[in-house]
């Protein structure tokens, strides 16, 4: 099981020519309810990001591609996770729910995110 940070979301959708746009395509095209998991705060930044910088379409259309994998609500032993996690490692408030999520849920992270390089359980993706 993976859990697909927003960052390789927007990178594959939003910025389809860019440079790690390619080592999405494999985690994003086989994205599925079985090997994917998706907390909700990255639905939030990716249709946020993708709608300010492109159109609202183009939000909805990658909305119900990550609508295709495992949502996690934000609970509130989640929430409490999450806090703990920000405390512990200094994350914000949406990196601390993204990694609460993947240890919770006991998933992969897949970023590129420089806030999660060397965590552990974290695969991350660069150049």
Do not use: C
């Not at 240890?103 to 806030?115: G, M």
């Amino acid at each position: 099981m993976i859990l697909l940070d927003s960052y390789g979301w927007i990178e594959y959708f939003d910025f389809a020519a860019g440079e790690l746009a390619d080592k999405y395509a494999k985690y994003v095209e086989q994205a599925n309810e079985e090997n994917t998991i998706t907390p909700t705060i990255v639905i939030y930044e990716v249709y946020k990001k993708i709608k300010r910088e492109k159109e609202e379409e183009k939000a909805l259309e990658v909305y119900a591609q990550i609508m295709g994998t495992k949502i996690i609500p934000l609970t509130e032993g989640l929430a409490m996770s999450a806090a703990d996690i920000s405390l512990k490692f200094g994350l914000g408030m949406a990196d601390a729910i993204v990694y609460a999520t993947a240890k919770t849920e006991r998933a992969k992270l897949v970023t590129s995110d420089e806030h999660f390089k060397g965590f552990e359980g974290v695969e991350f993706i660069e150049e």
